[in-house]
């Protein structure tokens, strides 16, 4: 461990240790409010050039999201500002639906399944049936049975 002339910190030349514990590992996606978005965007647009520069650095935002508030803002107000972005919650018994139409789906498709095998079963039993028994017809088309 080496201490720096004048520093109260000791280095120990591995930068795990010099990490702050506080700081989370992932960084959590901020999220805005309605009324913090208007705020931002009026005075965004109230600002010269160099003023709005500062103001993205004050709050440490980017053009983008400016840009995207403002389609927010035409697009309905301040009913689309508070509108969380991705898709809708589902609903809990439109999830139950498509779960159980699958599920049918699934069932369906077993229930044929065995319909088929139970048919051939009960074609294969016909069959060995008429060979123990040896009414098998020949062929009429000339020749020997073989």
Do not use: C, F
Request: glycine share 8%; net charge positive; proline share 5%.
């Amino acid at each position: 461990m080496t201490v720096t002339p004048g520093a109260s910190i000791p280095l120990t030349g591995r930068v795990a240790d010099d990490l702050d514990p506080e700081v989370p590992a992932r960084a959590q996606r901020r999220r805005y409010s309605a009324a913090y978005k208007q705020k931002i965007l009026a005075e965004y647009e109230a600002l010269d050039r160099a003023g709005k520069g500062a103001l993205l650095r004050r709050e440490g935002l980017y053009t983008s999201l400016i840009s995207a508030w403002r389609e927010q803002r035409d697009q309905g107000a301040l009913e689309a500002l508070g509108k969380p972005a991705g898709h809708p919650a589902a609903d809990a018994r439109d999830r139950d639906l498509a779960r159980l139409r699958r599920e049918n789906e699934r069932l369906a498709a077993q229930l044929d399944k065995a319909r088929t095998v139970i048919e051939v079963q009960g074609k294969l039993s016909a069959l060995l049936d008429q060979l123990a028994t040896g009414s098998i017809e020949a062929p009429t088309s000339g020749g020997e049975p073989r």
